[in-house]
């Protein structure tokens, strides 16, 4: 698992309209962390949308899987499932990057 040691040097790199991506060093190495939120249902929205499906997020997993064997691609090293809220030193990297360049996403634990 990602220790708190790791999430406090978090920075947030970048978003897309369904996910956040963060870098952090994980046991040496410096690993990109895609969060996607999922499975509370169509109802609710993320940044104005309903949010992803299970399936959805399982297809892009699988999608990324199959290009990681490609060279130019990033290496998928895992796939998680995850619940409960966003750990408070994420929530800092990610108001660091709203500050320094502004966000189109709505800050993850809203709604």
Do not use: C
């Not at 947030?12 to 249902?41: C, D, M, N, Y």
């Not at 060279?71 to 895992?78: R, T």
């Amino acid at each position: 698992t990602i220790g708190v040691l790791s999430l406090r040097r978090a920075r947030k790199i970048g978003e897309a309209t369904f996910s956040e991506v963060f870098v952090l060093a994980f046991r040496g190495q410096r690993v990109v962390v895609k969060i996607i939120p999922f499975g509370r249902g169509s109802d609710v929205t993320v940044n104005g949308e309903p949010q992803q499906s299970a399936h959805a997020v399982y297809q892009e997993a699988k999608v990324t899987r199959v290009m990681s064997s490609l060279g130019g691609f990033v290496k998928l090293v895992d796939v998680a499932v995850v619940s409960g809220t966003y750990p408070e030193e994420l929530l800092e990297a990610w108001d660091a990057y709203d500050d320094a360049r502004g966000s189109e996403n709505d800050r993850p634990g809203k709604g």
